[in-house]
């Protein structure tokens, strides 16, 4: 069962975890695989939320948590009446 969710980040690349990030109590390091979390590269929790969401579905989720399912993603290039193959294709 595949799911998908948009997750919109400020920042790009890797980041790099060490000694310092293991939790004292806990022991161990849990990192965000689904970009949901506040405490980004570390998980929170939030994941949570994701747990009853349904198979072939696209959702998103606002700051407050509140999740919404996506019904069409559109492309600067397409809304602006461009194809994204003509843009791929242009030479200058």
Do not use: Q, W
Request: glycine content about 8%.
């Amino acid at each position: 069962m595949r799911m998908s969710r948009l997750v919109e980040r400020d920042a790009h690349g890797p980041v790099k975890l060490d000694a310092d990030d293991v939790d004292p109590e806990k022991g161990d390091i849990a990192v965000c695989r689904c970009g949901l979390s506040d405490d980004h590269p570390f998980c929170d929790g939030s994941h949570r939320a994701t747990e009853d969401e349904s198979a072939g579905e696209t959702y998103c989720y606002d700051a407050d948590g509140e999740r919404r399912a996506v019904v069409n993603v559109v492309c600067e290039a397409e809304s602006k009446g461009e194809s994204e193959v003509g843009d791929a294709n242009k030479t200058e």
